[in-house]
């Protein structure tokens, strides 16, 4: 059971959420637990849903951004985002097996990915303080400036998602996976 209250239904949320709520269940056919808790604010449902559509407009693909949100998750210890976006990234962003195992250690089989996961999981690791040598590995393999910034927002977005659902201890709503270690 989370330790913070999850709106049962989208009615039971405050208004000033509820058509956020609506525009989730729109897009996905249903309201994932993660945007029923944050619906408590709506102030952070509405930044978290902005960020979100915002990056989703950048230039990294979404196979990506769900590589760097299994890392990330891998990395923070957070088992809801592990297990939404492992789903996420099979039923979505068609990623394989194995391609999911690699994700979650930091890693693609993919060359140009791999740059991005490593990259992204010394993000978390060094809380944003990389070396240039870190920096230039991942323009090396391909990115430009504007997608590291994105890939470090996209740690940013992830990061707050692993926090508040660790801190909620929020219920599961999809196939369970949980992490093999924390950072």
């Known amino acids: 059971m989370s330790r913070l209250s999850i709106p049962a239904t989208i009615d039971a949320a405050p208004v000033a959420s509820r058509s956020f709520l609506e525009a989730v269940k729109k897009q996905l056919g249903l309201v994932p637990n993660l945007f029923r808790l944050v619906a408590n604010s709506p102030a952070a449902l509405e930044g978290y849903l902005g960020l979100s559509g915002a990056l989703g407009k950048g230039?990294?693909?979404a196979p990506t951004r769900e590589r760097i949100a299994l890392a990330v998750a891998e990395a923070n210890g957070c088992d809801y985002c592990?297990?939404?976006?492992?789903?996420?990234?099979?039923n979505l962003a068609k990623l394989d097996d194995a391609e999911i195992t690699a994700n979650r250690s930091g890693a693609s089989?993919?060359?140009k990915a791999d740059a991005a996961l490593a990259f992204a999981v010394k993000v978390v690791r060094a809380r944003g303080h990389v070396s240039d040598a870190d920096v230039a590995a991942v323009k090396a393999a391909g990115y430009d400036d504007a997608q590291v910034i994105e890939i470090v927002q996209h740690v940013a977005l992830n990061?707050?998602?692993n926090y508040i659902n660790s801190v909620a201890e929020t219920e599961i709503d999809f196939p369970v996976v949980t992490v093999r270690k924390a950072a």
Do not use: E, F, R
């Open 159 to 161: 990061t707050w998602t």
């Open 59 to 61: 230039t990294l693909p």
């Open 82 to 90: 592990l297990s939404a976006h492992t789903y996420l990234a099979k």
């Open 109 to 111: 089989n993919d060359p």
